[in-house]
């Protein structure tokens, strides 16, 4: 049977400070309705504007993860959303009075005792999951990160971290089953080396940091008094290095905590990508930028999965909705480079138009004289130009604008494009169009034969003056 979507049973509120901001908020998850999602609310702010959960609404990752939406921020939110996928809840509302959501002891712990405290409730609607097909890699080779992604049949995580210091070693933490989620990683409390702590707190950060709710791993030797001015900064009567290289704040919950942390991140991260998702995840030094860029990929893969399965129609008997006349007077192309001969179907996130190729087309001259073979690049110039008449679109003079590619990625050639082909041109938004810079998904049919795909970006710039 089915999994169903699952939310709270009764509200949960939570106090604390946050832990950069240092400002004391309240925080209260909300029961939400089928395929909600998680979403933050700022009860804060001016109408209450609200944060939905996604990886493109990420701004920030330099020490937590900070989303920004309809003009409002909230940050250190991994913690928070790790706790909803590790208790099995698909959807929350998140009401919050502050910029940051708690920091509380450090990790997950009491955001997923509250949740099995207050229990939770199944919904109508079944949970839909994201089957990934194939390997996904993201790999930072600077920082030494590397996360991979394989098909799986359910999600498992496994972290490795390396940071050269001889008080962490190496250490490796797993997750098999969500099941194990509250007892295995929840409880893990985030870390940091001294000379980061130090770096931060004279740059006046981590003001709501104690040292109550972190591992503080001592990464050099400590004459007595700079041990008396670290207890001075953090208000301790007295602090003192513990043989295990970690001051003496704390005790470890597990020996490996420090990568279970991080694997407590990766999951709140993750939980960006706004789906569950069936995959084995193998981790080594993530991060929360990595994650982040993770997930976005996680969601391209996602989207252009969904998309691939809306091959468009083409009824020639159709009166297009652009003409060639109409689509010279969107672009500013001509013979013998306008590839783009109408647009049937266009909204604000898709356009598809057509191009009939035929052995009068210039290029088969030498491309090649006893096999004729429309080129790639023209394959991706066509797609881009009928991408041009969606994006043209977002400005109110098009015909001062124009487009120019910033890049071209994952792009694959199918079938051999020749003469008496008829070009189904279909290009999707991955994301919303900010900055002037649009991302697209392009995909090329021939019938219902997919013979090109992949990711184009350009950029919109203005190229004339009204005056």
Known sequence: MAE?????????????????????????????????????????LPGQPIINALAENVVETSRGTTLEENG???????????????????NVLIEVDGPEAPILDGSAREYANAIEATGVVEQATDRKYFILKEKLEYYDEEHGIHIIAYPDKIQSINVLIDYNSRVLGNQYASLEELDNF????????????LHELEFLAKNNLIKGGDLDNAIIIVDRQMNQ?????????????KVQVQPEGILNNV??????????????????????????????????????QSNNEFARALRQVMK?????????????????LLDINEVKLRLPHRYPFLLVDKVIQMDEKSVVGVKNVTLNEPYFI???????????????????????????????D??????????????????????????????????PIRRGIALMFAEIFVGTKLVMEGELMAQIVKTKSND
């Open 398 to 431: 098009p015909d001062n604008y124009s487009t120019y590619f910033l890049k071209i990625d994952k792009v694959k050639f199918k079938h051999k494009v020749v003469p008496g082909d008829t070009l189904i041109i279909k290009m999707d938004l991955l994301e």
């Open 182 to 193: 509250k007892e295995e990683i929840a409880p893990c409390r985030t870390f940091v080396f």
């Open 225 to 237: 008094d700079e041990l008396d001015r670290l207890a001075e900064l953090f208000n301790k009567p």
């Open 304 to 320: 252009k999965a969904a998309l691939q399965k809306k091959v468009p129609i083409y009824n020639p008997n159709l009166e297009p």
């Open 72 to 90: 409002a921020r909230i940050a250190t939110i991994e913690h928070v959303l790790a706790s909803f996928v590790g208790m099995g809840i698909d």
């Open 366 to 396: 030498g491309h090649f004289p006893d096999e004729p073979i429309m080129p790639g690049v023209l394959q991706i110039e066509a797609a881009a130009q009928v991408g041009g008449m969606l994006v043209l679109g977002t400005v109110p």
């Open 4 to 44: 169903k979507q699952k939310t709270l049973k009764a509200p949960i509120t939570f106090k604390g400070k946050g832990l950069h901001t240092g400002v004391h908020v309240t925080m209260t998850f909300n029961p939400a309705p089928d395929s909600h999602g998680y979403v933050f609310k700022r009860t804060d």
């Open 251 to 288: 005790d470890l919950r597990f020996s490996n905590e420090p990568a279970r942390h991080k694997l407590l991140d990766l999951v709140g991260d993750l939980a960006l990508v706004g789906r569950w998702f069936k995959a084995k995840i193998i981790a080594t030094r993530p991060g929360h």
